[in-house]
């Protein structure tokens, strides 16, 4: 005989990662890529997308499949060339934020000095509520000046897998409906 049925286990934790990577070895330029104010970080793939949570348009912009409740965490590689001969922390910083597209609406962000014109990864995170499945959001430049993403060139390491060659990374997760 059949008993009752047991507890439901746990739901599948709904998650994405997004990657930007360095994908022209031969033509990335070794400063980095400039991202003008308020452009937005290049990403080139969504690498996983358990539930289907997200979409990375042609744009760079995304946009979620289900409203609801989301974290956040970011990673970016940046750095701004300096505004003079030596390092000022008034001008040399990076900033960069994950906001609603259009609106000042800033969800995380970080930021960082740039001492040196040295690439450094910068890491924020947030939670954020998207109420409108149709609305995008973008991770972007949000200082003044020009920031430079950058990445190793693959070629100089072991492997050919482009994890190794991280400019920046995009990890999702829905927690509530």
Same mark, same amino acid.
């Given at each position: 005989e059949k008993g009752d049925p047991g507890a439901t286990g746990p739901e599948l934790i709904r998650t994405s990662l997004i990657l930007g990577y360095n994908s022209e070895p031969n033509s990335f330029p070794p400063a980095g890529k400039a991202i003008a104010s308020s452009a937005r970080i290049p990403f080139n793939r969504v690498e996983t997308n358990l539930g289907e949570l997200v979409t990375l348009n042609p744009d760079n912009s995304l946009t979620f499949a289900q409203t609801g409740t989301y974290y956040i965490n970011f /990673?970016?590689? &940046?750095? @701004?060339?300096?505004?003079?001969?030596?390092?000022?922390?008034?001008?040399?910083?990076?900033?960069?934020?994950?906001?609603?597209?259009?609106?000042?609406? /800033?969800?995380? &962000?970080? @930021?960082?000095?740039?001492?040196?014109?040295?690439?450094?990864?910068l890491n924020g995170q947030g939670v954020f509520v998207v109420d409108d499945a149709s609305k995008q959001f973008e991770l972007v430049n949000l200082g003044l000046k020009d920031a430079y993403v950058n990445a190793i060139d693959l070629q100089k390491t072991i492997t050919q897998s482009y994890f190794s060659s991280v400019l920046a990374t995009i990890v999702i997760i829905k927690l509530k409906d």
């Open positions: /990673i970016v590689n &940046a750095y @701004n060339k300096l505004s003079g001969d030596s390092f000022n922390p008034a001008e040399d910083f990076v900033c960069i934020g994950f906001r609603e597209v259009g609106t000042d609406k /800033i969800f995380a &962000a970080v @930021n960082g000095w740039t001492e040196t014109e040295v690439p450094k990864n």
